[in-house]
């Protein structure tokens, strides 16, 4: 449901304790001067050896039109708070049970703040997401094999490095992106080159658990909502208040609706007839003659080239074509693409289906679950 989460708290609302915890001292921060100085408290590694989880904690001095303000920002994952993985995911029923551990956490950690104060903590930052199962012999990295075919906007990147091994994408900006990866295999990778970068010894052992229950596949879906404007602006969109604290958005109803906007905006809205398997070339081309009455063979075999051409990848196309005509040439060729979703045959690879069902049922997930 919800993995990683940003919030902050105010000045005034927590209580430093123990401030040589943080490097630097965060003493520091009470004299003159030392602004935009951070101070960090984050997990050790013994913590991490030892399977502790505990959140990232810093400390900066900043000043606004109010004043002085040293917010205390802190980030974590809700999953791994409780769990200490993020195989298993939360449900709202745990938020008491979350908020109680992450105080607990940082009051080892020589921060207090109260647990109002954390239930009603100013969101700036936080990351829906699923772990689907998949079944019927389909794979997470067929999946994002599939995936990678889609139109997106040329305004979001595909990060080329994550996809190099082909067991992860992402469409990203620097505000947000939307992320796909097989958990499975992340669990096994390096901390610098895995998609989640906050791994410990705990984390990485589930693999073992996945692997030994006949290799279940696992396909992890987030948005990263990374940037508060952009929060809002999607947040807004879906009929929810802007600036949320942390009760507001550990909902399933505004978890689930933000992964579902983004999957149909970014996916299940762009081009579907790329995933239909059973239609050949020579199928589609006497649809296109008997859905376009009166086109000659000339266009015909156009249409029928551009079907091709995109079933094995649009913005492969895309960059193929601009790199020989103007960006105009491909917004007027992309007008047709919608004609080529009509006649698809929309017979579909199953694993459409179970991602599409697993994002409105939204039932969490389970490492136990057979």
């Keep these: 449901m919800l993995d990683?989460?940003?919030?902050?708290?105010?000045?005034?609302?927590?209580?430093?304790?123990?401030?040589?915890?943080?490097?630097?001292?965060?003493?520091?921060?009470?004299?003159?001067?030392?602004?935009?100085?951070k101070c960090m408290n984050n997990p050790t590694s013994t913590d991490k050896a030892e399977c502790i989880y505990k959140p990232r904690l810093t400390l900066m001095k900043r000043m606004t039109r109010k004043g002085i303000e040293i917010p205390l920002k802190i980030e974590f994952?809700?999953?791994?708070?409780?769990?200490?993985?993020?195989?298993?995911?939360?449900?709202?029923?745990?938020?008491?049970?979350?908020?109680?551990?992450?105080?607990?956490?940082?009051?080892?950690?020589?921060?207090?703040?109260?647990?109002?104060?954390?239930?009603?903590a100013a969101v700036s930052a936080f990351h829906p997401s699923k772990n689907i199962e998949l079944k019927d012999g389909y794979t997470s990295s067929l999946v994002i094999k599939?995936?990678?075919?889609?139109?997106?906007?040329?305004?979001?990147?595909?990060?080329?490095?994550?996809?190099r091994d082909?067991?992860?994408?992402?469409?990203?900006?620097?505000?947000?992106?939307?992320?796909?990866?097989?958990?499975r295999y992340d669990l096994k990778r390096p901390m610098k080159r895995a998609m989640d970068k906050d791994q410990n010894n705990l984390q990485s052992s589930l693999f073992d658990v996945l692997a030994e229950k006949e290799k279940r596949q696992l396909l992890?879906?987030?948005?990263?909502?990374?940037?508060?404007v952009k929060m809002n602006s999607v947040l807004k969109s879906l009929g929810f208040k802007a600036d949320p604290t942390?009760?507001?958005?550990?909902?399933?109803?505004?978890?689930?609706?933000?992964?579902?906007?983004?999957?149909?905006e970014l996916i299940a809205g762009q081009?579907?007839?790329?995933?239909?398997?059973?239609?050949?070339?020579?199928?589609?081309?006497?649809?296109?003659?008997?859905?376009?009455?009166?086109?000659?063979?000339?266009?015909?075999?156009?249409?029928?080239?551009?079907?091709?051409?995109?079933?094995?990848?649009?913005?492969e196309t895309r960059?193929?074509?601009?790199?020989?005509?103007?960006?105009?040439?491909?917004?007027?060729?992309?007008?047709?693409?919608?004609?080529?979703?009509?006649?698809s045959g929309k017979t579909y690879h199953g694993w459409l289906k179970q991602v599409h069902d697993g994002l409105k049922d939204f039932v969490p997930f389970r490492l136990s679950t057979p």
């Excluded at 082909?166 to 958990?183: E, I």
């Excluded at 075999?301 to 051409?309: K, T, V």
Aim: proline share 3%.
């Design 146 to 163: 599939e995936l990678k075919k889609i139109n997106v906007s040329m305004k979001m990147d595909i990060n080329k490095d994550s996809y």
């Design 319 to 343: 960059a193929i074509i601009e790199q020989h005509a103007t960006r105009r040439t491909w917004y007027r060729m992309a007008q047709d693409l919608p004609f080529l979703d009509e006649i």
């Design 246 to 264: 942390f009760k507001d958005v550990f909902k399933k109803d505004v978890c689930q609706k933000v992964l579902l906007s983004y999957w149909d």
């Design 4 to 37: 990683t989460v940003i919030i902050k708290i105010p000045r005034g609302f927590y209580s430093i304790q123990k401030p040589y915890m943080f490097q630097p001292n965060a003493d520091i921060l009470n004299g003159p001067g030392n602004y935009l100085v």
């Design 77 to 120: 994952s809700v999953a791994k708070m409780l769990y200490g993985n993020n195989v298993d995911e939360v449900e709202e029923s745990d938020f008491n049970a979350i908020v109680k551990a992450l105080g607990k956490a940082m009051y080892d950690m020589g921060v207090f703040v109260s647990s109002t104060d954390i239930r009603n």
């Design 271 to 315: 081009n579907l007839f790329v995933f239909d398997f059973e239609s050949s070339f020579n199928k589609t081309l006497e649809k296109i003659f008997k859905n376009k009455p009166g086109i000659n063979a000339k266009n015909a075999m156009y249409l029928g080239a551009l079907w091709a051409s995109s079933k094995e990848g649009i913005r």
């Design 220 to 228: 992890r879906i987030e948005a990263r909502l990374a940037k508060k």
């Design 166 to 183: 082909g067991h992860s994408l992402q469409f990203y900006t620097n505000a947000h992106s939307l992320v796909v990866y097989d958990k």
